[in-house]
Nanobody
Framework: DVQLVESGGGSVQAGGSLKLSCAAS????????MAWFRQAPGKEREGVAN???????VYAASVKGRFTISQDNSKNTLFLKMSSLKPEDTAKYYC?????????????????????WGQGTQVTVS
């Protein structure tokens, strides 16, 4: 199993930046596909960025060009750098992991395809 703990959320004005972190512990020796999802009140959980074990990143159209996903394998940490934030980016952000080196385009945005989740960190943009 893998345990995930997010941090770095907070309140920021529109146009500002935040960097989220997700620390992984447990069985981190096997390859995982990692992702960031978010969920706003009354809305479904949506994927915003995915990175495979080879370092290939894919972004949702709503965040492409503004968000950057990265990972530091030596520290077992996943990051999400968010810039040019908009009020519609307000949500609880979750880190997710699933065993295996990569996900297909058909499954990487499906939240139920990920086995492990963090508790989430709130991002509020005003």
């Amino acid at each position: 199993d893998v345990q995930l703990v997010e941090s770095g959320g907070g309140s920021v004005q529109a146009g500002g930046s935040l960097k989220l972190s997700c620390a992984a512990s447990g069985d981190t020796h096997n390859p995982y596909s990692m992702a960031w999802f978010r969920q706003a009140p009354g809305k479904e959980r949506e994927g915003v960025a995915n990175i495979d074990s080879y370092g290939n990143a894919v972004y949702a159209a709503s965040v492409k060009g503004r968000f950057t996903i990265s990972q530091d394998n030596s520290k077992n940490t996943l990051f999400l750098k968010m810039s040019s934030l908009k009020p519609e980016d307000t949500a609880k952000y979750y880190c997710a992991a699933d065993p295996g080196p990569a996900k297909t385009l058909a499954t990487m945005w499906l939240w139920y395809e990920y086995a492990y989740w963090g508790q989430g960190t709130q991002v509020t943009v005003s």
